[in-house]
């Protein structure tokens, strides 16, 4: 980076440097804080220079395709004003853009007005153009007899072709048009095109229209014999027109009819099955009237069709609708299952009940359950990941209350069946029980964090899971303590003995310690709960067997019962 000093307009500012500076010297304290180590301040660094690096990479990437822009604007600049000249047949004084001196843009500066006038120019012609073939069609309908009125919009130019030269053969087509009677003709034809279409798409019969309006249209091979009288071409239009209004009615019929059809299987969960035999209906809902143009969409018998559909359904709604609110409601039962929701499901039913039968829309009523069911999910959804963490607490509580009736068999390292499964088991067991204090903090958040959200306690069997955590933790420390007692008072036991055999040697020894054992064996021994309360027994024997305390007694035996004592009480 530094090699980018200096004069050039790509070397960084004083102020820029200063910044950098400064926030090197950030870094520096912050890394000094942190304590990280000079190979890793190094590469860290090392990726700030690379980064910068990119980043003059991609604005010298982005201003070459800027600068290819320019290029191929000029190009195409060029290359229009080459088009516009040709169309309009004339000449045009523009040097090449290869012989202009100077940059891009002072080059394009140059042709840009160029371009402008010449597009002036278009405008002007194209008006011109406009004019002239407006004319010219309002002329031939006026001639067909037809009434309808022509604009600018109706004509389209040939923006390809706009010489003078054109204008001028236009200009006298204009003084020259076709005679009436091939207008007539052309109008006719016209019409005849259009109550084609239209009887195709209502299966009218298409050869009956045209000879009611006149008998020597019907032959199509005799095109002179076609009647272009007045009268002719007004009965076309009337009965263009007729067959257009027909066509809407029953395109509008036939939508009201698909759309309650839609409505109806929406309703009664109809299978798709028996949809898919009214979708010749249905698919004309959103249909403008242009759109449509296949053979008998529209014909009467499909109309009729859809109406029997429509009113066999209403019969079966009223049925249909209390099957499907139910169906709802089961949905919504077990979505509340799954997730471990507690509603009152039996009464949720009997107010589901009284509501049907005291008369209420059906309709409204399904579609409220709808709407739960929508609810329900997203709710579901939002307790999914709480859950699973509750799965994954549940299963390492109960992998922890396995291993500790494990630890308490003392057989468990005995050759036998399965033992080695058991070992790996209570592998598995420990290092999953050294996960739970994580376990119970991380989903501790994930709770709290979803009560925070939704503005409500995290029920779980009835009881806020928070509660239900705590309480778990309360007994888990309350069952670790007992454990450490134990260990500990077996320590205990373990030490005094070891001492009395020192003392006393191991046969003089034994009928004390196993008397002390027989009394601690015993159910009624429960209540001697310290290791200091076994240390009496013991004592008072050994007084009593003999008069001298002091040969039998240990020195640091009174040593002994104080932490004793000490440790009965924790």
């Known amino acids: 980076m530094s090699s980018m000093s200096g004069s050039s307009p790509l070397s960084l500012s004083k102020s ?56 191929q604007s000029l190009a195409e600049a060029e290359a229009e004003i080459s088009k516009l000249v040709s169309a309009l047949g004339e000449q045009a004084s523009l040097p090449l853009s290869g012989k202009i001196k100077g940059t891009l843009k002072q080059k394009l500066s140059v042709v840009d007005p160029v371009l402008k006038d010449i597009r002036t120019k278009k405008q002007e012609r194209i008006k011109e153009f406009l004019n002239i073939e407006t004319q010219i069609a309002v002329i031939c309908a006026e001639i067909a007899g037809n009434d309808r009125v022509i604009g600018p919009t109706d004509i389209q130019v040939d923006e390809q072709d706009l010489t003078a030269k054109r204008l001028g053969e236009l200009k006298s087509h204009l003084q020259e048009l076709q005679s009436e009677k091939k207008l007539r003709l052309q109008r006719v034809n016209s019409y005849m095109s259009e109550i084609h279409e239209l009887s195709v798409v209502m299966s009218l019969d298409f050869k009956q229209i045209i000879a009611n309006i006149n008998p020597s249209l019907v032959n199509h091979m005799t095109v002179q014999s076609k009647s272009i009288s007045n009268e002719t071409l007004a009965s076309l239009t009337s009965e263009v027109n007729s067959l257009k209004q027909l066509k809407q009615q029953r395109l509008e019929r036939l939508q009201d009819l698909g759309s309650s059809l839609i409505e109806l299987w929406n309703l009664m969960d109809m299978p798709m099955e028996e949809q898919l035999r009214f979708n010749h209906i249905t698919s004309l809902v ?16 499909i109309v009729e069709q859809a109406e029997v559909e429509v009113e066999r359904l209403n019969v079966l709604k009223t049925g249909k609708l209390k099957e499907l609110i139910f169906k709802r409601q089961n949905e919504l039962e077990e979505i509340y299952r799954s997730v471990h929701m507690d509603v009152d499901i039996e009464t949720a039913r009997q107010i589901l009940i009284q509501l049907m039968e005291s008369g209420s829309d059906l309709s409204y009523l399904l579609s409220s359950m709808d709407d739960q069911v929508v609810k329900a999910k997203e709710q579901a959804a939002s307790r999914k990941e709480v859950l699973d963490k509750v799965e994954k607490w549940k299963h390492a509580s109960q992998e922890e209350s396995w291993l500790d009736e494990y630890e308490k068999d003392e057989n468990r390292y005995s050759a036998g069946k399965g033992v080695h499964i058991n070992l790996k088991r209570a592998e598995k067991a420990r290092i999953l029980v050294s996960k739970i204090p994580s376990l119970i903090e991380n989903l501790t958040a994930k709770v709290k964090a979803w009560e925070k959200e939704k503005g409500m306690p995290f029920l779980y069997h009835k009881a806020p899971l928070l509660h239900t955590l705590e309480e778990y933790i309360i007994s888990r420390q309350e069952k670790q303590e007992e454990k450490r007692r134990s260990r500990e008072q077996k320590r205990l036991q373990d030490q005094f003995a070891a001492e009395q055999e020192t003392i006393y040697g191991s046969k003089s020894a034994k009928k004390p310690l196993g008397n002390a054992n027989t009394i601690l064996g015993t159910p009624n021994s429960r209540r001697v709960s310290t290791p200091s309360g076994r240390y009496g027994v013991s004592i008072g024997k050994e007084k009593r067997g003999s008069g001298n305390v002091g040969a039998v007694i240990p020195v640091n035996y009174v040593a002994l019962a104080k932490d004793d004592q000490k440790s009965g009480g924790l």
């Open 286 to 301: 959103s249909s403008s009237i242009d759109e449509v143009s296949k053979q008998g969409s529209l014909a009467i018998h």
């Open 16 to 71: 820029g440097t200063t910044t950098c500076a400064t926030l090197l010297q950030q870094l520096q304290e912050i890394w000094d804080e942190i304590g990280e180590s000079d190979s890793e301040r190094d590469k860290k660094l090392l990726q700030v220079e690379q980064e910068c690096l990119d980043i003059y990479r991609r604005n010298v990437e982005k201003e070459r395709k800027y600068r290819a822009e320019l290029h």
